[in-house]
């Protein structure tokens, strides 16, 4: 496959990037931008350990082609914020949400997701909006994040 420059914002920042037209928005992100905060679970758009949002959608960085990247504006885990102190951020340590914290970069970006569109979530919202795989279990701290940040706890 040919190399390509894709020009794109990631965490507000415009970048213009040589990649391989065949390769995902995930191992651009990883390999080339050295940002390791999304992760690669099952590759298979099934876990959402890579989510990251795209436009302000949420998107699974394993299955979204780089080069339809091209022009829009990426945000991941870092781009949340620097110093920790992005309401979701500050939740999660308060709740002490993760565990082994593989899957919980993806948790954060499918809550930051879900908060633009519905501030305030019931259960069943978060339970719909929240796909995500954890084999540690951490749904119930998820949950209890999610209404932290919101101003519900
Ligand atoms: S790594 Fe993308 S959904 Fe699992
Ligand atoms: S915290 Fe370990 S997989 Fe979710």
Redesign the pocket.
Known sequence: MANVNVSLTVNGQQQTVSVDSSETL?WMLRDRLGLTGT?????????????VLVNGQLE????YDVTSAAGKSVTTIEGLSADLSNKLQQAWITEQVPQCGYCQS?MLMAATALLASTPKPTDAQIDSAINN?CACGTYARVRLGIKRAAGML
């Open positions: 995930l992760k690669y679970g099952c590759g298979i758009e099934q876990c959402r350990a890579c989510s699974k960085a394993c299955d993806g795989i």
